[in-house]
């Protein structure tokens, strides 16, 4: 019989090795540049959001093209505004970066996100938003498909 610890210790160096030669190391790094961003910087360029959703929502691009998969957007929207019923094609990881928002799932409970805050929601989950804080809400956002927004017609938040 085989000593375990010795079968321990080969399949251990294995992995390692296995490791140690990925193609993924291989690989030369990207020529694209790294990237930093604040939701404050001038340079960023907001643009309009859907007519459906509140006057004073804005979309600044981060990263990527919003027609392509993997988009980064920081989304505002100002303070004390109702987000309506919507939906994604994309499931959306979600940030808030400033403000308090409420944001509800269909068939889940309303959650509450301060700054730091980290949701998921999941494609087609169509879902609804406060911004109950003063001040605008920003939320950084990541879509793995193209963005879009698509509104739930005669349905709202409290129906």
């Not at 291989?26 to 959703?53: H, V």
């Not at 100002?78 to 970066?97: A, F, Y």
Request: some cysteine; overall charge positive; proline content about 10%.
């Amino acid at each position: 019989m085989l000593n375990q610890a010795l079968i321990r210790r080969s399949l251990g160096a294995a992995l390692l090795l296995s490791l140690a030669g990925s193609p993924a190391r291989a690989q030369a790094p990207s020529p694209e540049a790294a990237l930093t961003q604040t939701a404050g910087d001038a340079k960023l360029k907001w643009g309009p959001c859907p007519p459906f959703l509140p006057k004073g929502c804005a979309i600044a691009v981060l990263h990527g093209d919003p027609a392509k998969d993997n988009l980064d957007v920081f989304f505002k929207v100002p303070g004390k505004s109702n987000i309506p019923l919507h939906w994604h094609s994309s499931p959306e990881r979600m940030i808030l970066v400033a403000g308090k928002l409420q944001i509800t799932y269909d068939g889940q409970k309303t959650a509450v996100l301060t700054p730091g805050s980290y949701a998921y929601g999941p494609a087609k989950r169509a879902h609804s938003g406060y911004c109950a804080s003063a001040a605008p809400c920003i939320l950084f956002i990541a879509f793995e498909s193209p963005l879009d927004a698509v509104p739930v017609e005669g349905k709202t938040k409290q129906d």
